[in-house]
Protein backbone atom coordinates (compact mmCIF):
# COMPACT_ATOMS: atom_id res chain seq x y z
CA UNK A 1 0.00 0.00 0.00
CA UNK A 2 2.56 2.22 1.08
CA UNK A 3 4.74 1.72 -2.11
CA UNK A 4 1.72 2.21 -3.94
CA UNK A 5 1.71 5.91 -2.71
CA UNK A 6 5.16 6.33 -3.24
CA UNK A 7 4.90 5.22 -7.06
CA UNK A 8 1.75 7.66 -7.38
CA UNK A 9 3.78 10.60 -5.60
CA UNK A 10 6.65 10.06 -8.34
CA UNK A 11 4.47 9.67 -11.19
CA UNK A 12 2.50 13.34 -9.62
CA UNK A 13 5.91 14.76 -9.17
CA UNK A 14 7.10 13.72 -13.20
CA UNK A 15 4.16 15.23 -14.64
CA UNK A 16 4.17 18.43 -12.76
CA UNK A 17 7.66 18.85 -13.86
CA UNK A 18 7.10 17.79 -16.77
CA UNK A 19 4.72 20.61 -17.04
CA UNK A 20 6.20 23.32 -15.78
CA UNK A 21 8.16 25.24 -18.19
CA UNK A 22 12.18 25.39 -17.51
CA UNK A 23 13.65 28.71 -16.62
CA UNK A 24 15.48 30.23 -20.10
CA UNK A 25 18.15 31.71 -20.16
CA UNK A 26 20.34 33.25 -22.86
CA UNK A 27 22.82 30.93 -24.39
CA UNK A 28 26.17 33.02 -24.11
CA UNK A 29 29.84 32.01 -25.74
CA UNK A 30 30.11 29.53 -22.97
CA UNK A 31 28.11 27.01 -24.42
CA UNK A 32 30.25 27.11 -27.59
CA UNK A 33 27.39 28.10 -29.50
CA UNK A 34 25.45 31.10 -28.37
CA UNK A 35 22.72 32.27 -29.79
CA UNK A 36 22.36 36.29 -31.21
CA UNK A 37 21.60 38.86 -29.40
CA UNK A 38 20.13 42.48 -30.16
CA UNK A 39 21.53 45.23 -28.34
CA UNK A 40 19.62 48.49 -28.68
CA UNK A 41 21.23 51.67 -26.58
CA UNK A 42 21.19 55.27 -26.32
CA UNK A 43 23.28 57.92 -24.80
CA UNK A 44 21.73 60.57 -24.23
CA UNK A 45 24.47 63.36 -23.05
CA UNK A 46 28.17 63.74 -23.30
CA UNK A 47 28.81 60.57 -21.08
CA UNK A 48 27.47 56.89 -21.62
CA UNK A 49 27.42 56.54 -17.75
CA UNK A 50 26.43 59.60 -16.25
CA UNK A 51 23.83 62.02 -16.22
CA UNK A 52 20.81 59.56 -15.81
CA UNK A 53 19.98 59.88 -19.75
CA UNK A 54 21.30 56.92 -21.27
CA UNK A 55 19.45 53.34 -21.37
CA UNK A 56 20.31 50.25 -23.17
CA UNK A 57 17.93 46.79 -23.95
CA UNK A 58 19.03 43.45 -24.48
CA UNK A 59 17.02 41.07 -26.50
CA UNK A 60 17.66 37.14 -27.29
CA UNK A 61 16.66 36.47 -30.62
CA UNK A 62 16.54 33.03 -30.28
CA UNK A 63 18.66 31.99 -33.06
CA UNK A 64 22.34 30.27 -32.31
CA UNK A 65 25.58 30.76 -33.86
CA UNK A 66 26.01 27.38 -35.69
CA UNK A 67 22.20 27.95 -37.41
CA UNK A 68 23.12 31.42 -38.44
CA UNK A 69 26.55 30.08 -40.35
CA UNK A 70 24.86 27.39 -41.96
CA UNK A 71 22.93 30.26 -43.65
CA UNK A 72 25.68 32.64 -44.72
CA UNK A 73 25.66 32.13 -48.83
CA UNK A 74 21.93 31.02 -48.79
CA UNK A 75 19.26 32.78 -49.31
CA UNK A 76 18.16 33.81 -45.66
CA UNK A 77 15.45 36.36 -44.55
CA UNK A 78 13.89 36.80 -40.87
CA UNK A 79 12.33 39.12 -39.19
CA UNK A 80 11.81 39.59 -34.78
CA UNK A 81 9.17 41.77 -33.64
CA UNK A 82 10.03 43.57 -30.62
CA UNK A 83 6.85 45.35 -29.52
CA UNK A 84 4.85 42.66 -27.91
CA UNK A 85 5.48 39.15 -26.66
CA UNK A 86 8.07 38.63 -24.33
CA UNK A 87 10.51 41.71 -25.85
CA UNK A 88 7.29 44.09 -25.74
CA UNK A 89 7.74 45.92 -22.17
CA UNK A 90 11.29 45.97 -22.77
CA UNK A 91 10.94 47.33 -25.84
CA UNK A 92 8.75 49.98 -25.21
CA UNK A 93 10.22 51.01 -21.86
CA UNK A 94 13.52 51.93 -23.65
CA UNK A 95 11.55 54.18 -26.36
CA UNK A 96 9.57 55.27 -23.76
CA UNK A 97 12.56 56.51 -21.85
CA UNK A 98 14.01 57.97 -25.03
CA UNK A 99 10.73 59.51 -26.56
CA UNK A 100 10.08 60.12 -30.28
CA UNK A 101 12.15 63.35 -30.79
CA UNK A 102 15.49 61.05 -29.70
CA UNK A 103 14.73 58.07 -31.31
CA UNK A 104 17.01 59.04 -34.12
CA UNK A 105 20.19 58.59 -31.59
CA UNK A 106 19.15 54.73 -30.87
CA UNK A 107 21.77 52.86 -31.81
CA UNK A 108 21.75 48.84 -32.39
CA UNK A 109 23.58 46.04 -33.04
CA UNK A 110 23.60 42.52 -33.45
CA UNK A 111 26.60 39.51 -31.81
CA UNK A 112 27.29 36.37 -30.77
CA UNK A 113 29.69 34.71 -28.75
CA UNK A 114 31.51 31.12 -28.73
CA UNK A 115 34.80 31.87 -26.67
CA UNK A 116 34.91 27.63 -25.49
CA UNK A 117 38.45 27.28 -27.03
CA UNK A 118 39.89 30.32 -27.45
CA UNK A 119 43.50 29.13 -27.11
CA UNK A 120 43.13 26.95 -30.27
CA UNK A 121 43.00 28.21 -33.75
CA UNK A 122 39.45 28.96 -34.70
CA UNK A 123 38.51 28.48 -31.13
CA UNK A 124 37.54 32.18 -30.72
CA UNK A 125 34.01 32.41 -32.68
CA UNK A 126 31.92 36.08 -32.58
CA UNK A 127 29.38 37.30 -35.16
CA UNK A 128 28.76 40.79 -35.37
CA UNK A 129 27.51 43.67 -37.06
CA UNK A 130 30.01 46.26 -38.87
CA UNK A 131 28.81 48.64 -40.99
CA UNK A 132 31.61 48.69 -43.45
CA UNK A 133 32.56 46.98 -46.79
CA UNK A 134 35.99 45.59 -45.69
CA UNK A 135 37.03 45.13 -41.87
CA UNK A 136 39.69 46.93 -39.97
CA UNK A 137 42.77 44.97 -39.24
CA UNK A 138 42.29 42.92 -35.84
CA UNK A 139 44.83 40.80 -34.04
CA UNK A 140 44.32 37.28 -32.52
CA UNK A 141 44.64 39.16 -28.92
CA UNK A 142 42.04 41.37 -29.32
CA UNK A 143 39.80 38.88 -30.83
CA UNK A 144 40.34 36.88 -27.75
CA UNK A 145 39.59 39.08 -25.33
CA UNK A 146 35.81 39.59 -26.79
CA UNK A 147 34.85 36.97 -24.20
CA UNK A 148 34.70 39.78 -22.17
CA UNK A 149 31.31 40.69 -22.91
CA UNK A 150 30.11 37.45 -21.74
CA UNK A 151 30.02 39.37 -18.34
CA UNK A 152 27.37 41.58 -19.98
CA UNK A 153 25.41 38.44 -21.09
CA UNK A 154 25.60 37.20 -17.40
CA UNK A 155 24.40 39.61 -15.72
CA UNK A 156 21.48 40.17 -17.53
CA UNK A 157 20.54 36.48 -17.43
CA UNK A 158 18.28 37.22 -14.58
CA UNK A 159 16.74 40.82 -15.51
CA UNK A 160 13.76 41.40 -17.83
CA UNK A 161 12.01 38.15 -19.22
CA UNK A 162 15.20 36.24 -19.66
CA UNK A 163 14.59 34.16 -16.74
CA UNK A 164 11.29 32.98 -17.52
CA UNK A 165 10.72 32.86 -21.64
CA UNK A 166 12.93 31.46 -24.01
CA UNK A 167 13.79 34.24 -26.00
CA UNK A 168 13.48 37.50 -23.33
CA UNK A 169 14.58 41.20 -23.14
CA UNK A 170 15.61 42.98 -20.10
CA UNK A 171 16.42 47.00 -19.76
CA UNK A 172 19.49 48.70 -17.95
CA UNK A 173 21.03 52.05 -16.97
CA UNK A 174 23.98 53.04 -15.71
CA UNK A 175 22.57 52.62 -11.86
CA UNK A 176 21.81 49.18 -12.48
CA UNK A 177 23.88 46.33 -11.23
CA UNK A 178 27.11 46.21 -12.78
CA UNK A 179 27.85 45.22 -16.30
CA UNK A 180 24.18 45.06 -16.92
CA UNK A 181 24.45 48.67 -19.04
CA UNK A 182 25.11 48.32 -22.59
CA UNK A 183 27.60 51.22 -22.13
CA UNK A 184 29.64 50.00 -18.46
CA UNK A 185 30.67 46.31 -19.19
CA UNK A 186 33.43 45.91 -16.77
CA UNK A 187 33.86 49.00 -15.15
CA UNK A 188 33.84 51.41 -17.75
CA UNK A 189 33.86 49.83 -21.67
CA UNK A 190 31.24 50.47 -24.23
CA UNK A 191 29.78 47.33 -26.02
CA UNK A 192 29.46 49.26 -29.02
CA UNK A 193 33.41 48.16 -29.73
CA UNK A 194 33.81 45.09 -28.02
CA UNK A 195 35.08 47.15 -24.84
CA UNK A 196 37.92 48.86 -27.12
CA UNK A 197 38.84 45.72 -28.60
CA UNK A 198 38.12 46.86 -32.30
CA UNK A 199 38.11 49.74 -34.24
CA UNK A 200 34.75 49.05 -35.65
CA UNK A 201 31.57 50.93 -34.41
CA UNK A 202 29.26 47.63 -34.16
CA UNK A 203 26.32 49.88 -33.14
CA UNK A 204 24.76 52.16 -35.94
CA UNK A 205 21.36 54.85 -35.72
CA UNK A 206 17.97 52.87 -36.48
CA UNK A 207 17.25 52.32 -39.78
CA UNK A 208 20.58 51.55 -41.02
CA UNK A 209 21.33 48.71 -43.10
CA UNK A 210 24.50 46.82 -41.13
CA UNK A 211 26.58 44.82 -42.45
CA UNK A 212 27.40 40.90 -40.77
CA UNK A 213 30.71 39.47 -40.14
CA UNK A 214 32.17 36.21 -38.86
CA UNK A 215 35.36 36.80 -37.25
CA UNK A 216 37.77 33.76 -35.75
CA UNK A 217 41.63 33.08 -34.76
CA UNK A 218 43.80 31.89 -37.89
CA UNK A 219 46.89 30.99 -35.37
CA UNK A 220 47.33 31.41 -32.04
CA UNK A 221 49.65 33.91 -32.17
CA UNK A 222 49.19 37.29 -30.46
CA UNK A 223 49.40 39.15 -33.41
CA UNK A 224 48.33 37.27 -36.09
CA UNK A 225 45.50 38.88 -38.18
CA UNK A 226 41.73 36.99 -37.43
CA UNK A 227 39.96 35.69 -40.55
CA UNK A 228 36.87 38.40 -41.25
CA UNK A 229 34.37 36.57 -43.10
CA UNK A 230 31.18 38.45 -44.26
CA UNK A 231 27.99 37.49 -44.79
CA UNK A 232 26.12 37.54 -48.12
CA UNK A 233 26.27 36.00 -51.55
CA UNK A 234 28.83 35.98 -54.55
CA UNK A 235 25.86 36.83 -57.33
CA UNK A 236 29.10 38.05 -59.63
CA UNK A 237 31.03 34.57 -58.57
CA UNK A 238 34.11 36.69 -58.42
CA UNK A 239 34.89 34.60 -55.25
CA UNK A 240 34.63 37.65 -52.49
CA UNK A 241 31.15 39.40 -51.07
CA UNK A 242 31.40 43.05 -52.58
CA UNK A 243 28.83 46.11 -52.96
CA UNK A 244 24.93 45.09 -53.15
CA UNK A 245 26.23 41.55 -51.95
CA UNK A 246 26.23 41.65 -48.53
CA UNK A 247 23.15 40.27 -46.46
CA UNK A 248 22.05 42.40 -43.89
CA UNK A 249 20.24 43.54 -39.94
CA UNK A 250 17.92 46.39 -40.10
CA UNK A 251 16.15 47.84 -36.79
CA UNK A 252 13.56 50.07 -37.37
CA UNK A 253 11.78 52.98 -35.02
CA UNK A 254 8.63 50.89 -35.06
CA UNK A 255 10.15 47.65 -33.53
CA UNK A 256 10.84 45.48 -36.92
CA UNK A 257 14.38 43.67 -36.76
CA UNK A 258 15.31 42.11 -39.73
CA UNK A 259 18.36 40.47 -41.60
CA UNK A 260 17.93 40.12 -45.52
CA UNK A 261 19.92 38.64 -48.27
CA UNK A 262 20.80 40.25 -51.30
CA UNK A 263 18.03 39.81 -54.07
CA UNK A 264 19.55 36.68 -56.46
CA UNK A 265 17.48 36.39 -59.72
CA UNK A 266 15.67 33.53 -60.24
CA UNK A 267 16.84 30.43 -62.12
CA UNK A 268 13.77 30.51 -65.42
CA UNK A 269 11.76 27.14 -65.52
CA UNK A 270 12.13 24.43 -67.43
CA UNK A 271 8.92 25.67 -69.71
CA UNK A 272 10.59 29.25 -69.07
CA UNK A 273 13.43 27.90 -71.36
CA UNK A 274 11.38 25.83 -73.94
CA UNK A 275 8.78 28.91 -74.41
CA UNK A 276 12.53 31.36 -75.09
CA UNK A 277 13.97 28.37 -77.24
CA UNK A 278 10.63 28.18 -79.52
CA UNK A 279 10.68 32.15 -79.95
CA UNK A 280 13.82 32.35 -81.01
CA UNK A 281 12.96 29.34 -83.64
CA UNK A 282 10.35 31.21 -85.03
CA UNK A 283 12.83 34.18 -84.86
CA UNK A 284 15.49 32.20 -86.89
CA UNK A 285 12.51 30.88 -89.28
CA UNK A 286 10.94 34.70 -89.93
CA UNK A 287 15.04 35.80 -90.71
CA UNK A 288 15.39 33.26 -93.21
CA UNK A 289 11.84 33.60 -94.66
CA UNK A 290 13.07 37.29 -95.58
CA UNK A 291 16.26 36.72 -96.82
CA UNK A 292 15.02 34.28 -99.20
CA UNK A 293 12.13 36.41 -100.81
Avoid: C
Wanted: charged fraction near 15%; glycine fraction near 10%.
Amino acid sequence: MKMDFKLKTLAITAIMAASTPALAAIEGGVTGNSELLLNVRYYGGASATTGGDDISGLFDLGLKMDDMLAQNGQVFNKSWDLTSGSYGASWNQLMSFVGPANAHLVEFSVIALDNTDFGTIGGSRYLTTMNVETAPKLATRPLVAFQNMEKYIDANNSRGTHASDANGASVATPTDAPDTFFGAINGVGQGDNWLANTTADTTQPLGTDQNFWFLTTSSISSFAQAVKTPFGIDLNNDGSIGEDEFSKFKLTENGVLTFTSPSVSPIPEADTWAMLLAGLGMLGMIVRRRTTI
